[in-house]
């Protein structure tokens, strides 16, 4: 029998909403979607991904060369003409749509040239890795996968820094910093990069970058393009984390690994309904069948 897999996105889409957990992998009408969003997220990972390659394995002059915002207009252009074949031709942006979003990638770059150092320095540090894979046993026949962004190792403490690249409109707020679910994947990555690893969960650090297209002029503060996000991830936490996770895959699959088409998947009303396919199915997803999640969730 075929092992089947979770990723961090499975238990997340999970957590939300098992009603469309189970739509998407069970009955199996996920369909494949792209957005300007994942597009340009896409593109971006790579430019930042592929200069840091050049700062660590090359030098600093070299890296500081590079013309980060032709290298993600290039990017851009790849991902959008990969992508739209994988969408059957049809364009799902616009000429427009496309210029703004490189512009706002562009601002972003030009600030990420100028701070590198407080997000990457190159002193007492070596790259270990861009896109890490990581597999790991969990339980029932079940693998975890994943690819880690970047992965940073300190020479003088052998500590290990994981990175997670975010591309956001506006950055995170309070709320979105405070909910367990969104911050989980970091989480989940530390503790299986250390299984993975051999080493201790203590000796990784976690880190999101958070890069901000749009800047409120407005605000009472000054505010960076990237915006830097350390969850707690010690031992209660991950504890906490793992435990939520292990609970998906016990109730989402039998102990034989195979789907649990007995399990009872609400769905769940939130403000993720507009964005999602099955919120107008009322056959799918009938509306009066919505559950609301507790204010305090």
């Not at 009408?29 to 593109?43: D, H, P």
């Not at 190159?122 to 270990?128: A, I, Q, R």
Request: proline fraction near 4%; charge should be positive; aromatic fraction near 14%.
């Amino acid at each position: 029998m075929a092992k089947k897999t979770v990723s961090y996105s499975q238990f997340s889409l999970y957590a939300n909403c098992p009603r469309r957990w189970k739509l998407d992998y069970i009955d199996g009408l996920r369909k494949y979607e792209q957005n300007i969003n994942t597009c340009f997220g896409s593109a971006f990972h790579k430019t930042v991904q592929d200069y840091l390659q050049v700062l660590y394995f090359q030098s600093v002059k070299e890296a500081d060369a590079l013309d980060l915002p032709d290298m993600l207009k290039q990017a851009l252009f790849d991902e959008y003409k990969e992508s739209l074949t994988k969408n059957g031709g049809v364009h799902y942006s616009t000429p427009q749509e496309l210029s703004e979003f490189y512009l706002d990638g562009e601002a972003i770059l030009k600030y990420f040239q100028r701070h590198r150092r407080v997000y990457f320095s190159t002193k007492d540090t070596e790259l270990v890795g861009i896109e890490i894979p990581l597999n790991a046993p969990i339980i029932n026949n079940i693998d975890f996968n994943g690819f880690i962004d970047v992965v940073i190792k300190t020479k003088s403490t052998g500590r290990y820094k994981v990175f997670d690249i975010k591309t956001s409109t506006q950055g995170w707020n309070k709320y979105q910093k405070a909910d367990q679910t969104k911050t989980a994947q970091l989480i989940l990555y530390k503790e299986f990069y250390a299984k993975q690893l051999g080493v201790d969960p203590e000796m990784i650090d976690v880190e999101y970058l958070i890069v901000r297209r749009k800047i409120n002029e407005n605000s009472d503060f000054p505010l960076k393009r990237i915006q830097t996000f350390i969850p707690a991830s010690g031992k209660p936490t991950r504890n906490k984390i793992g435990k939520m996770f292990i609970d998906f895959v016990q109730t989402a699959f039998t102990e034989e690994g195979v789907y649990n088409t007995e399990a009872v998947y609400p769905a769940i009303a939130c403000s993720a309904c507009k964005y999602c396919p099955y919120a107008k199915e009322e056959v799918l997803c009938p509306k009066k069948e919505r559950l609301k999640k507790d204010k305090d969730e």
